[in-house]
């Protein structure tokens, strides 16, 4: 179980990094408009960058979640999620209040972009998509609930899963 969801999660990983790298070819394709398309470049990058940090959460949470369901007490059970929640509410932070930062920083250091693009309009992108960064918060919230309400709902550690024990 485990195994496969980091294929999955490589495989969307692997994609983000290609699409963003091709993000100008991509942008020309889909934007209605030439001068639209530093625009559809930045968004759609910014885009996939959250996705990916959303994806990443998801990961750490089954993982996590499926322990805690079956009633290991480790330690890793109560400050993966709680360092995960505190990352991901970081990111949003970052992404939604300090959008000029996280702007001049991936235009600076990010390539393939479209001709035009600049930290304005990731800055912008930014703020537009913090939503999907704070969606990253709820699963490792939801792990800690579970930490403390349903943990050993599945069964007992020996229960697990073949591949789903990280202690």
Known sequence: MIIGSFA?????????????????????????A??????????????????????MSLLLMIAVGTQVLYGVTDTQTVVVPA??????????????YFSRYSGRLSYRQWVGGADGETAELFAQAYRERAWI???AIIP??????????????????????AGADWS
Do not use: K, Q, W
């Open 34 to 55: 030439p001068e639209d398309i530093p625009v559809v470049s930045t968004r759609l990058s910014v885009t996939l960058f959250h996705v990916a940090m959303l994806t």
């Open 140 to 161: 490792p919230l939801l792990v800690l609930v579970a930490r403390v309400l349903a943990v050993g709902a599945l069964g007992t550690p020996a229960d697990l899963p």
């Open 8 to 32: 999955v999660v490589f495989v969307i990983f692997f994609v983000t990094i290609i699409a963003t790298l091709a993000r100008a070819p991509i942008a020309t394709r889909i934007a209605g």
């Open 133 to 135: 960064v704070g969606l």
């Open 83 to 96: 360092v995960g929640a505190a990352f991901f509410a970081y990111a949003y932070v970052l992404a939604r």
